[in-house]
């Protein structure tokens, strides 16, 4: 199973990005999504979380300037992320907590991460 994530990039403050990311590979079902990320002498924190229902979860320091969602038939992940601030600076990893086709048990994957700069 592989996780590709892809959106990230350079935008002034108050802009605006779209991070994707896509899993791949012998997958019966996903879980759990959602995004982390970690900023330079930061530890990794969580941005978002949304269930397989659609349940969301988010960082105090995120809500209502990022929106997460999924397309489960496509096993993607997408977090929204507008009024972007310096702050958000930051690699983006995605993860997803999957069920392999003959294996009872799920396994958590990590996508490569994408980075996010915010210049002020």
């Known amino acids: 199973v592989q996780l590709q994530a892809s959106g990230g990039g350079l935008v002034q403050a108050g802009g605006s990005l779209r991070l994707s990311c896509a899993a791949s590979g012998s997958i019966f079902s996903i879980n759990g999504m959602g995004w982390y990320r970690q900023a330079p002498g930061k530890q990794r924190e969580l941005v978002a979380t949304?269930?397989?229902?659609?349940?969301?979860n988010y960082a105090d320091s995120v809500k209502g300037r990022f929106t997460i969602s999924r397309d489960n038939a496509k096993n993607t992940v997408y977090l929204q992320m507008n009024s972007l601030k310096p702050e958000d600076t930051a690699v983006y990893y995605c993860?997803?907590?999957?069920?392999?086709?003959?294996?009872?048990?799920?396994?958590?994957?990590w996508g490569q991460g994408t980075q996010v700069t915010v210049s002020s």
């Open positions: 949304i269930a397989s229902g659609g349940s969301t």
């Open positions: 993860y997803a907590v999957v069920f392999i086709a003959g294996v009872h048990s799920p396994y958590d994957y």
